[in-house]
């Protein structure tokens, strides 16, 4: 065995290991062709290597002959591998091309056998003996070439050509990677094919004697296409280390979140779930693993709950559940939290997950329940002061109907005392009792309404009535004062959510200031009160007055808590009207006009989903 | 100077109030009259009507007392019975200043109401009578010539007719024929009796003589 034996038969085991390792590596990932062409490649490759061996040391020009016929069967399988491989590894070439490549190397293939020796000779007359260095002696086949040589070479050519297309697409596509593919596997290729190729026909034109050597440039090609697919298992362990780490810093992350957090898969099973999750729903974690999230939620909703999770996924965005709806998750032992839960999609191969973060909202709905309880104490106080200046008016309201009973009844009994009744008088007497009477119980019903601290109940109603029972209740002040009092209602008023009592005191304070800010100034008094649609939605009602208007610097102050412009005032009334208005999510605020000031406040309309 | 019954107007914008205290006042044989606001009472009343008024203080536009104070203006002798809603101090005595007869707060008894009815009516009958006496009076005043209306004046002022004779440059008997006279057309007795009668047609003494 001389070097160049030893030098072959290292080339193709080494091929064949390449080989066999992508071998092993396809059949891990079927879909992965360039696994499977590139061990189509090394194995043939592999075993051209022999086959070159043999043809070195030909000893008769006709074994030479024979040899290089059957090695031509190998060549076309590396020739098909290579096109294969760059088109699919590649995802580049044009498709006609590598068909036209692959067709025209199985008609050269075709031709190999029934013209001539083989496709590269006609006939082999003489074998030259090559003397190389270190004393191998090579075997170099001379003879008349066979003219069907030129459709293999004009094989390799379109070969080249698809070669150079592929490699330029894939270039231009950019990045590093492509960058690196384009110039290891291309380069190489279009380097060896060409020298192996040129290298041939010289000899075989007989230009050169020499013996025939593929192998090295097949070899490289091999490496190059190795080294390649090498790289690409390499970084897809990276990626898998890579993989684990981000799912290691994501599970630490969920642990470490404040709030319970739940990961939900498209069956609305629950994969993952954190210790916060565990502590809030009061279930260990593996009771909640691979468990419908619906477990979580109270018995009532867990129907709708499972079109509305669809009807999610038809349309994965980040954002809060619920839509402004007050949401109630439930425990283990049954009991039922009040949650705030956002939600976030994770698009994964196996589905949509969501990712669910869950707070209880318990404490802070228990401090917003006690800020609301004091803001409405202080209302109520507010109210009843304010009735405490208007009683006299009140007092008023009340007695007329106590006068018109009082009188009509002994009216009545001195009718009766009589010889001849009129029964007819008598009747419309107690009708006009009867009347004053639900007139009185009118007063009171709305006194005790203002006065009684009551739960706040947002209920639907009318604005226009609203304004009817303040200007009753103010109307004895009002002609005490000698004010004009006005209303002017839109007719397509939508029905606001409110609390009646609390919009009603709001709108009392507001025309007792207008009274009062137009006390001893010349001019006609007059409080306008204008309810109309808000420019948004809802409802904006105005009090307008005469009093010459606020300082400019003033309109904000006033409704700061202690600040008055009154001689008595407590500087309260307002501030406390303005937490009312903000509490029914609407603004009140102040404007100066012409004659006077005008307060706004508006109410938003009622939801229609209530 | 008429004959009627007397009549009650009711003024107040609350109708059942009006009609309640209407009926209260018929029930008791009262005719009674009654109006929706101040300005209605003051186009439609008849200024020589003999009762009295029940007024509501407050009433939008026109109230109790600005009424009140038209009908003084007018001259009217109908009396003033306020009824209010809640009796705040400054009007009531406002109203009585003016010559309100009663200042009551509803809701308020009848018997109480219909006995200042009556009282007011009292006064309003008594006051017409005051009145007709005066223009008899002054009827008989007028019947006096310019001589006598002269000697009655001084007669008032307590002069002797020797002195009145001295002022009016005639004689002390011409003085008392005229005085005869006086005394006999004035329907007076006594001396007393004429100067009481002066009096209430509101005649004053001739002023003392100088020196």
């Known amino acids: 065995m001389n070097w160049v034996q030893i030098a072959w038969i290292m080339m193709s085991a080494a091929s064949l290991t390449l080989g066999v390792i992508h071998l092993f590596a396809w059949f891990k990932q079927r879909s992965q062709y360039a696994h499977l062409l590139f061990f189509a490649l090394a194995v043939s490759a592999a075993a051209f290597g022999v086959f070159e061996i043999e043809m070195m040391h030909a000893q008769s020009s006709v074994g030479y002959a024979a040899a290089l016929r059957w090695a031509h069967v190998l060549l076309a399988m590396v020739v098909l591998s290579i096109v294969w491989f760059v088109h699919f590894y590649f995802d580049a070439g044009r498709l006609w091309l590598a068909y036209m490549v692959s067709g025209v190397r199985l008609l050269a293939l075709g031709l190999n056998f029934v013209t001539g020796v083989n496709i590269n000779f006609h006939e082999v007359s003489a074998l030259d003996q090559v003397l190389l260095w270190g004393g191998a002696v090579l075997s170099g086949p001379v003879g008349v070439a066979n003219p069907w040589a030129i459709v293999p070479q004009i094989g390799n050519v379109l070969l080249v050509a698809f070669v150079v297309d592929a490699s330029v697409t894939l270039w231009q596509r950019g990045g590093p990677v492509a960058h690196r593919r384009a110039a290891v596997v291309g380069g190489s290729l279009v380097v060896c094919i060409t020298a192996v190729a040129g290298f041939a026909a010289l000899i075989t034109s007989g230009l050169v004697h020499a013996p025939t050597i593929v192998m090295p440039g097949v070899f490289i090609v091999v490496l190059a296409m190795g080294y390649e697919l090498g790289w690409d298992m390499i970084a897809a362990a990276q990626l898998a280390v890579q993989l684990r780490t981000s799912e290691q810093r994501f599970r630490a992350v969920v642990q470490a979140v404040p709030s319970a957090i739940l990961l939900v898969d498209d069956r609305g099973m629950i994969t993952l779930a954190n210790a916060q999750a565990e502590t809030a729903f009061g279930y260990r974690r593996e009771e909640l693993i691979a468990k419908p999230v619906e477990m979580l939620i109270p018995e009532r909703f867990r129907v709708p709950h499972v079109g509305l999770r669809s009807a999610y996924a038809e349309d994965a965005q980040a954002r809060a559940m619920g839509a402004g709806r007050e949401l109630l998750a439930c425990r283990k032992d049954g009991g039922e939290i009040p949650v705030e839960v956002a939600l976030s999609p994770m698009p994964a191969e196996e589905g949509l997950f969501v990712l669910v973060s869950v707070v209880d909202v318990t404490e802070r709905r228990n401090v917003e329940r006690a800020t609301a309880r004091q803001r409405d104490e202080v209302a109520h106080l507010s109210r009843v002061a304010m009735l405490g200046e208007l009683s006299g008016s009140l007092a008023h309201e009340l007695n007329q109907p106590l006068m018109g009973i009082l009188s009509n009844a002994q009216a009545a009994q001195r009718f009766l005392a009589a010889d001849d009744v009129n029964l007819d008088e008598v009747r419309e007497i107690l009708d006009d009792i009867v009347a004053d009477d639900r007139r009185a119980g009118e007063v009171i019903r709305r006194l005790r309404a203002l006065l009684k601290r009551g739960e706040v109940q947002h209920a639907p109603l009318d604005i226009g009535n609203v304004v009817d029972d303040v200007l009753r209740l103010t109307r004895n002040d009002l002609m005490n004062r000698d004010v004009a009092a006005s209303a002017e209602l839109a007719p397509d008023l939508p029905t606001v959510l409110g609390d009646r009592i609390q919009l009603q005191q709001v709108l009392l304070n507001l025309v007792i200031n207008a009274c009062e800010a137009m006390a001893g100034v010349p001019g006609t008094p007059l409080v306008h009160i204008r309810a109309r649609c808000a420019d948004g939605a809802g409802v904006e009602v105005s009090v307008s007055d005469r009093g010459g208007g606020i300082p400019p610097g003033d309109l904000e102050r006033i409704f700061e808590p202690f600040v008055t412009t009154k001689e008595h005032g407590t500087g309260l009334g307002l501030s406390i009207c303005r937490t009312i208005i903000a509490a029914h999510g609407g603004r009140l605020w102040a404007e100066n006009d012409g004659a006077g000031a005008t307060f706004r406040f508006t109410v938003p309309p009622r939801l229609h989903a209530e | ?211």
């Open chain 2, 1 to 211: 100077m008429t004959s009627s019954a007397p009549t009650v107007f009711v003024v107040d914008d609350d109708p059942s109030v009006r009609r309640g205290v209407e009926r209260l006042l018929r029930s008791a044989g009262l005719a009674a009259e009654a109006f929706a606001s101040a300005r209605d009472f003051l186009e439609r009343y008849d200024c020589d009507a003999v009762g009295c008024v029940i007024l509501d203080l407050a009433m939008p536009g026109f109230d109790g007392l600005q009424m009140q104070q038209v009908l003084a203006d007018r001259g009217s002798a109908l009396p003033i019975i306020f009824l209010t809603g809640h009796g705040d101090i400054p009007s009531s005595v406002r109203a009585m200043k003016r010559g309100a007869v009663d200042f009551l707060t509803k809701p308020v008894n009848g018997d109480d109401l219909l006995a200042a009815v009556r009282n007011a009516i009292g006064r309003c009958e008594a006051l017409y009578r005051e009145r007709e006496e005066i223009a008899g009076i002054r009827r008989r005043v007028a019947t006096l010539t310019p001589r006598e209306r002269e000697v009655l004046a001084h007669v008032l002022s307590g002069k002797l007719n020797k002195q009145i004779a001295a002022d009016l440059g005639t004689i002390e008997h011409t003085i008392k024929v005229h005085r005869a006279r006086v005394m006999q057309k004035m329907q007076a007795r006594t001396l007393a009796a004429l100067v009481r009668l002066a009096q209430r047609a509101g005649i004053e003494p001739a002023p003392p003589t100088e020196g």
